[in-house]
């Protein structure tokens, strides 16, 4: 087995860890920064590390971690499962279902570790392509269309990285019904519920046959937690689930788990401080696609932290972010993503600075129309 490169996370870390560090990340897909300084200050309970023992925690995870996880979705703890971030939750469910000759369906666009990890553990990959005339949403006909005799596995990723597009829960009931007809789970990656531009969405954690799986990074702003969950209402296949958990990772860190526990019993806090960096940036972006319009065009992400806007005249936009990195703002090439055309640019871990990295962007985009006609 030989993984392919990881181009995205290759370029966030050429960039994002060198001395001295780009001056304005807009390539990280995260919310805002937080210290436990700033969590400790966290109105509902407290958080006390001093006499934690550190020893392994449950294989499923605290109970008051996954209480704290069921309640943000609005479920049963017992159905909760906790990974080592939502990598591991991927890696496990794949797992679970390889076998000779079995496909998964996925997105395109999509999470490069989507496809990377199914096809390590034998999967072939049957994509459903998101369209720009669509508005990037899956419509229910062409993602259960992708599924075939082989198929073991479906994933719809709403609120979707990198383009932001919403599956409504509607769309994801009426997915899930019709492959459950054929025995095949519905996988929801979440890692972006509950940030919405518009119109709010339940969780899809309590449709019938869906297996949802989160993170602690996302939404939520704490990556270096690395906190992940499933949530699976089928027993017998979240028992599977767990024996997994045990081979791969054992357990996971009590010290990130009662963080992440604090962090989730707050969670109306922790959201507030995401939307009060991503929802005025997001306005700040309307301005700058305005004013570019005749060199970008995008979607306008209606959840999430990211926006997947393209070159009208379809040139690759590697040679352009890497010019942009050395003038001081990060954004991530789309050829990370199988689309050198797009680039894709956050607008949510930025919390000051944002209007600067914008403007020096939108000089250099503008200088295109001269520097490289077409």
Known sequence: MELPPFLLDQWLAKYEFRTPPVSYNLAASTGPHWTIGELRKLPNGTLELTDLPIAYAPPDGARALREAIA?????????????????????????LSARSGADIVLPSPGYPAFAALARAWGLHVNPYVLRREDGFRPTVEQVVAANGSGTVLTLVNSPHNPTGAVCPRSDISKIAAAVGERGVPLIVD????????????????????????????KALSLAGLRIGWIIDANAERRARILDARSYFTVSGSPISEAIATHALNNADSVLAKLASVASPNLRIMDGLMADVAGVLSWVRPRGGTTAYPWFVDGRDSRPFCERLAEAGVLIAPGDCFGAPEHMRISFGVQSTGFDAAINILREALLDTRVSEPT
Request: with cysteine; charged share 20%; glycine share 8%.
């Open 71 to 95: 309640r943000f979705h609005g479920v049963d703890p017992d159905w909760v499962v906790v990974t080592t971030g939502a990598s591991e939750a991927l890696s496990i469910l794949f797992c």
């Open 190 to 217: 979440e890692v972006y519920h509950p940030l919405y531009h518009g119109d709010s969405e339940r969780s899809a954690a309590s449709i019938d046959d869906v297996i949802v799986i989160g993170d602690m990074s």
